[in-house]
């Protein structure tokens, strides 16, 4: 377990994603909103965690066989462009106070998916090798 991750800006910003999108989850299915609404916030909710416990149990150096920070950066990119769709739809419609503050707080999701898809990219270096030593012939 790397008990460092938790308190680094990359952990931190994890945990963060986690809690939002638990947040814009449960807004979305207490305010009886758009299945699809609350199916993107729940699965954007388990993907983080996900990553999270990638992560926090040091797993990306187990399993070598992707590339994982490109991986979360994907994620977060894909995840911020869907973000923005639904949650402008939800913001707009606004069914109740609910399902505004789930668009609200998807909002804010977003701009969480952003800054860590900016941190992970200025971190890695797709130049770098990747656990060889050895030049390839």
């Known amino acids: 377990v790397d008990r460092a991750f938790p308190r680094s800006a990359r952990g931190a910003l994890k945990i963060a994603r986690t809690l939002v999108a638990l947040a814009t ?3 979305f299915v207490a305010s009886g909103a758009h299945e699809a609404y609350a199916a993107l916030a729940g699965m954007e909710t388990v993907i983080t965690v996900l990553f999270l416990l990638l992560y926090l149990l040091k797993l990306d ?3 070598r066989c992707l ?4 991986a979360d950066i994907f994620n977060s990119v ?3 462009l869907f973000l923005l769709v ?3 739809f939800a ?3 606004k069914t109740n106070k609910g ?4 668009g609200v707080l998807g909002l804010i999701l977003l701009v969480l998916c ?3 898809a900016v941190l992970l990219g200025k971190k890695i270096s797709l130049s770098k090798a990747r656990g060889r030593s050895a030049p390839a012939k």
């Open 25 to 27: 989850f449960l807004c």
């Open 61 to 63: 150096a187990r399993m």
């Open 67 to 70: 590339f994982w920070p490109l």
């Open 78 to 80: 894909i995840a911020a």
């Open 86 to 88: 639904v949650c402008l």
């Open 91 to 93: 913001i707009i419609i």
């Open 99 to 102: 399902t505004l503050a789930g």
């Open 114 to 116: 952003l800054v860590d």
